[in-house]
Every structure is written in C-alpha cells, then in structure tokens.
Nanobody, 119 residues
C-alpha cells in the first residue's frame, strides 16, 4: 500500500505561482511512477503531469506545458508540481497519484488539494 498526502494548494491571482507537494509513505518510493491529475467542477479528472521512477522522465498535458514543472526527491519520498503563470482555468482539485512501473493505471491516490486562480 502507498499513502499519499498533498499540500500547497490555495488561492492565487492569475499570473501567480503555487508549488504543490505530495509526500508518499508505505512503499519504496523510488520504484513508483508519480503523477498529478486535476478535476474542475463539473468536469472529468484529467492528467496534468507525470514523472518516471527510473530516469525522472517527465510528461505534461498540452494545457500546462511550459508553465508547470514536475519533480521528485526520492530521498524525501516526495513529488512536487511547480505551477507558474496560473490561469483561472487551472482552478481545480489537484490529486497526486502513484503506480508501479509495471502497470498502466494509477492505483494510489491522495485526497486532493484545492487550487483556485482568480482573474
């Protein structure tokens, strides 16, 4: 089992920045692929960014590419999402997720943290 706890959400003006953190416990963190997803009111949950366990390869949704940066610190069992140039359409609950490198679907999810971007 893997437990994930997000933090760092809040209210920010458009153009501002936030850094989300996700602390993992319960399993060797370095063997997990990590991702961030978000869900806005009335919309389905969508992929935001992911980072692999092995070489730290990162992937981004087109909507956040160039503005968001995902990173991980295996020594701290943590993954981060630096969000710059935030837009009102980035408003959502952001979820941290984890999966084994041998699976496709994310099996472990945090409780989410609210990000609200005002115009």
């Amino acid at each position: 089992q893997v437990q994930l706890v997000e933090s760092g959400g809040g209210l920010v003006q458009a153009g501002g920045s936030l850094r989300l953190s996700c602390a993992a416990s319960g399993r060797t963190f370095s063997s997990l692929d990590m991702g961030w997803f978000r869900q806005a009111p009335g919309k389905e949950r969508e992929f935001v960014a992911a980072i692999s366990w092995s070489f730290g390869s990162s992937y981004y949704a087109d909507s956040v590419k160039g503005r968001f940066t995902i990173s991980r610190d295996n020594a701290k069992n943590s993954v981060y999402l630096q969000m710059n140039s935030l837009k009102p359409e980035d408003t959502a609950v952001y979820y941290c997720a984890a999966k084994s490198v041998i699976t496709v679907d994310y099996a472990y999810w945090g409780q989410g943290t609210q990000v609200t971007v005002s115009s």
